[in-house]
């Protein structure tokens, strides 16, 4: 059965950083392309960072510059620096994982940043 367990998020300031983690058990890590989606309330998820079993690394256009998603194939780990938050960035944030057909989702991680 696959898991996919997020940690990290919380509650900042504007202009601090969070990093989190999202670690996958049950599956082949190292084949599958991870990446990070949010959620904030009443709007529709959307993907903020995806990167590739080959390490290539895509971002949506407000978090470019700011975030850096990374992964640990040693640790079946990825992972979702965020760096100068902003209130706007207030969201639960997925982990997903995609390998061939299947997607898989974590529980979410709330992460809000006051101004």
């Known amino acids: 059965q696959v898991q996919l367990v997020e940690s990290g998020g919380g509650l900042v300031q504007a202009g601090e950083s969070l990093r989190l983690s999202c670690t996958v058990s049950?599956?082949?890590?190292?084949?599958?392309?991870m990446g990070w989606y949010r959620q904030a309330p009443g709007k529709l998820r959307d993907l903020v960072a995806g990167?590739?079993?080959?390490?290539?690394?895509n971002y949506v256009e407000s978090v470019k510059g700011r975030f850096t998603i990374s992964r640990d194939n040693a640790k079946n780990t990825v992972y979702l620096q965020m760096n100068s938050l902003k209130p706007e960035d207030t969201a639960v944030y997925y982990c997903?994982?995609?390998?061939?057909?299947?997607?898989?989702w974590g529980q979410g991680t709330q992460v809000t940043v006051s101004s």
């Open positions: 990167i590739t079993s080959g390490g290539r690394a």
């Open positions: 997903v994982r995609r390998y061939r057909s299947v997607t898989n």
């Open positions: 049950g599956s082949i890590f190292s084949s599958a392309d």
